[in-house]
């Protein structure tokens, strides 16, 4: 018997039972469509976290205030002139850039927006994470020594293909809308209290091509940290206070010993007090990649899970399909079928069944997964191959072959005599 | 040569019950034998034997001149796919296949290519009367009719022996006599028929009449 008539046979029968096949593939399709969404997300973090830190560079650290600390009274913060002191102690630092943000008003004419993330940085924010084109000009040194009120505009990301959620939702926030529409490049805003010049403006990559991870982080106007601080900041009492001072050591390879160096420096000017923390960037990335790796271990044994349970429902099914066919086998095995043959039948069958619940299982898994990278924006989880689909149904298959050797085994070991005598 | 040797043999089921107790004859080639006796004289467990579906517990069962005790399932159901023929009273056709793929099974079993077996099934149909009905499934045929396309998948191996366990036995009268007909013609062109009847017809219409009553010849 060659394949294509056994794959007819086969396709026959399950047709002929087709509900009793639908319930027993319906578990196996399950399977295959959690290992292959698994697999599309250990494939698209693995690319998100190589792309990020290609992005990134090796030597990055955040300097943040530490959580929960109360101060003893020794120290004044983190600040700007803490910036200024590395800058001039470690002068080989590819960049040090206080940060600090807010979310305040923005007036332009007659429009009066609120909730604007106006951030205070120096030019050095221009050394991390570009992935901006400039229209007029950057922040520079002398804004920055001058109090500059100038203004750095950030026009929200597009998207190159709309997801469904946001299409359903919405992503536009106030300021989202109103930059899109205007050009404001030359103009003068007012940003709270004060009035500021608009000269450039930043465009973001499209949101689906996006590689940076914190790409929702980004905000919409970059003063001078000098100006932020007189004219944004809203503690009066720490007029030189900074929210983070971000470093970047351009090596790797000096990024223990600069940190170590930063951290004394730090603890110098607090006075003892080790009232902030320094993080190692690719440290806290890699962080958050081990907790999704927690998920899709999650979904790994699911899969597992679901794939052994559709292997009992086919078994089940084989039992009750060879049940149901006793005569079937007798009257097949009188007219010269071997032991093999009806072995291989069933086997075959069961094969085909799973491959049935795969072929299901990879549409629920490739719908799931578009959906998925749908609900995570820019990631790139719908990283699905064909290989990998092919290889979701081949296991199907044999996961329920497998589980029905013992019955068809049993099957292939009938007594004709007794198998003929069957109603 | 014989096509069919048994010598003293028995058949004893699990829990003691002696179907056969020795039985002893020859079917030379080309003959067409009826083995008659009441109901469970054993004539059916004999057919099975003689159809290598069952084998026997004593004795001895030579198919055409070979010793059938020691050959293993393997070999036994290739001998069986070769050179016997098997007909049912209740037809057995399967279902879901059409006339023609019934009657192309045994050959699939076989190992003959696709054409070459639907070629042969379709000849086959022609042969028994059928060969418009090649596509037709079980049901939407006769008992007549199926009956035919069981003696067709019979013959689909070109057997030497065709055996058959009262293969009128759910036919009327009219396709019985027709079913009858087609054995002789089949015998007349050689084949070695054995069949197990209740029929008086049958039996007249058979070369020879082999009777057993309680599991020996009578």
Redesign the interface.
Known sequence: ??A??ALRAGA??IY?NKFRSALSFAAVSVGVASLLYTMAQTQGMKEALEKNLELMGPGRLTIEKKRNYTSKGLSQGLTYGDALALRRELPDLYMVEPESTNWGRLVHGRTSINGVKMTGGTPDFARRDWVYRLRGRFLNEWDVAHRARVAVMIEPAVWIKKPFWAKFWGDDNEYDSFAKRRDLLGAQVRLEDSVFTVVGVLTQPPRDKDPRWDSWNTPNILVPITAYQQHLAQDMNTPDAVDEIRVDTGDERTLASRRKQVEVILKRRHRGEEDFEVKDDREEIENKMEEMRKYVKAGLALGVVALLAGGIGIMNVTLATIFARV??I????????????ILAQFLFEAAMLGAAGGVAGVGLGLGGVKWLAGLGGSRDIAQITWLQCAAGIALASFVSAAFAFVPAYRASRLD??EA?KAE | MNSITVDGLTRTYQGGYQALKGVSFAIANSEFVAIMGPSGCGKSTLL?IL?L??RPTGGKYLLEGAETARLS??EI??L???RIG?V?QAF?L?P?LSALENVA??M???GQG?EERRARARELLTRVGLGRKAENTPLQLSGGERQRVGIA??L??KPALLLADEPTGNLDSKSSVEILALFKELNAEGMTVVLVTHDPAIGAAAGRVIRIKDGALA
Do not use: C, Q
Request: no cysteine; glycine share 10%.
């Open positions: 018997m060659n294509g008539e026959r029968e002929a005569r079937e007798g009257v097949r095995r009188a007219i010269g079928a071997s032991r093999a043959d004709p005599v003929l | 099975n159809g579906l069952d399932d393997a159901t290739g069986r796919r070769a098997f049912f057995n399967l879901r099974l045994p699939a079993y076989a696709v998948r019979a689909a191996n």
